[in-house]
């Protein structure tokens, strides 16, 4: 029996042991990621590469600002 992933990762480093772990079933219960930033021209929101890859496996993405309060850990639990 696995147990239970969370899984943080924001760059396209992340994105094929995030698929990794998927294919070979491991449990994973939400994602943490940074916030989509707004690129210099236009002002367009992107998406960081592992909220992306997770939306595609329809897995829950969490995008805090800071990870340095209790407020994140108490709201996912």
């Known amino acids: 029996m696995f147990k239970k992933i969370v899984f943080m990762g924001t760059s396209n480093f992340s994105v094929p042991i995030l698929k990794s772990l998927y294919q070979n079933g491991y449990p994973i219960v939400t994602i943490y990621t940074q916030p989509p930033q707004k690129s210099m021209r236009g002002q367009k929101v ?13 897995i829950g993405c969490r995008t805090p600002d800071s990870l340095k309060e209790n407020n994140e850990e108490y709201n996912f639990l």
């Open 46 to 58: 992107n998406k960081s590469p592992i909220q992306k890859m997770a939306e595609n496996l329809c």
